[in-house]
């Protein structure tokens, strides 16, 4: 029977933790007395870890087949480790705090895709009507701490996120696991080298981290970016959790788009899209009904190529490869791409200007458009083969 009241709890916490991060993190290190460019490199430590923290989870969880007590062991340490920076402030000091904790913290959420995917089985398409509370707790979350920062201070932040840091560890304690599949044999290791030798697989892997690092700039600078052209930091939290609602209406009905007109078609929207969106926000952020407009564009930038990527890369990585092929998705999309998209909008932002990031940002999502255009116009992974799937 699926758990669905458990896991779509699991997924509104964590994303309220994201929520609470996101968008104010930058303000808090701001507060801290941090540059652009220091901003940029420490929340590019959270990037970075993607890169090598999911794959050492994802083969653990593999391997011993219990993938809900490594979600467990990742968040009770996440929790433990963010502790500290109650009582650190230096540059460094910070940085390694957000080193230690995020390696854990970005642990638990592609094995965690693992195990709803693997309670979905073949119902795929209703992935979104679970993953959508996730968006919710994140536009609770951002909505709430705008007026309560505005009004106690941005030190707020960090007892909120400590407990919500608690909420994912006492979470993730209701979700059973799955029956244990059979121990993995020495095929497996193979099978994931072929899987990565597909040109379908490495062209999906190049765009997905053009496109995350074309986000870069949204996820590290968008609230410091809209104060400086006079939005209140009130209004700028009912911007992103504008953004979000739009990506819950579109989590609805992704079941019924992607039969009706097929990944391919869905995923090239969601990148034209996206282009547009940047190049809204470099070009005319101060009109506010422009900036409604590109926030609206979050349901295809976020909501649709995640419904559509998440679906790819599962069939992609079949069976026992699929913690690992979440895990490899994770890291190569969220983890090198964010974090360079974080690094390179510290850097253009300190030398050049904000509106400059996203520029930096469109030219990225152009890009992540052309791979896609030319190596994934007619096909889709199904079964970790290739066929179509329009």
């Not at 104010?24 to 990037?47: D, K, N, P, T, V």
């Not at 219990?66 to 920076?85: D, E, K, N, P, Y």
């Amino acid at each position: 029977m699926l758990p669905y009241v458990r896991l779509s709890t699991f997924y509104f916490v964590y994303f309220a933790s994201l929520g609470a991060l996101l968008p104010y993190w930058g303000l808090y290190l701001q507060s801290l007395g941090f540059s652009a460019r220091e901003i940029g490199e420490l929340m590019a430590i959270i990037m970075v870890t993607k890169i090598v923290s999911p794959n050492i989870w994802g083969w653990l969880a593999d391997r011993s087949g219990q993938r809900m007590r490594v979600i467990r062991l990742g968040s009770l340490a996440s929790l433990l480790t963010f502790v500290a920076i109650f009582y650190v402030s230096s540059y460094t000091a910070v940085a390694l705090v957000m080193l230690l904790f995020s390696f854990f913290w970005n642990a638990t959420l592609p094995q965690f895709e693992a195990v709803t995917l693997g309670y979905l089985q073949e119902g795929l398409q209703r992935y979104s009507a679970i993953r959508l509370w996730g968006s919710v707790g994140f536009i609770v979350a951002v909505a709430l701490l705008a007026p309560l920062l505005d009004y106690f201070g941005i030190n707020l932040l960090i007892p909120v996120l400590t407990g919500i840091y608690l909420a994912i560890f006492l979470c993730s304690l209701a979700v059973k696991e799955r029956p244990q599949e059979p121990v993995v044999t020495s095929e497996t290791p193979l099978l994931l080298r072929q899987v990565l030798r597909r040109p379908e697989v490495v062209a999906l892997l190049v765009m997905s981290f053009l496109m995350q690092a074309g986000h870069g700039p949204y996820y590290s600078f968008y609230t410091l970016y809209m104060e400086g052209f006079g939005y209140s930091r009130t209004l700028v939290g009912q911007l992103w959790a504008l953004g979000v609602v739009v990506e819950v209406v579109i989590f609805l009905f992704m079941h019924r788009l992607i039969p009706r007109y097929g990944l391919y078609r869905l995923l090239i929207a969601s990148l034209l899209l996206t282009l547009l969106r940047w190049l809204l926000i470099a070009l005319w952020p101060d009109s506010l009904l422009l900036m409604l407009l590109a926030q609206t564009l979050h349901a295809a930038s976020f909501g649709i190529f995640h419904a559509v990527t998440i679906t790819l890369f599962h069939q992609a990585f079949p069976g026992r490869l699929q913690g690992r092929g979440q895990a490899i998705y994770s890291s190569i999309s969220y983890g090198a791409g964010g974090a360079l998209g974080a690094l390179l909008s510290g850097y253009v932002g300190e030398y050049y200007s904000l509106n400059a990031i996203y520029l930096m940002a469109a030219l990225l999502t152009l890009m992540a458009l052309l791979v896609a255009w030319r190596w994934l116009d007619d096909i889709a992974v199904v079964g970790g083969r290739v066929g179509r799937y329009r």
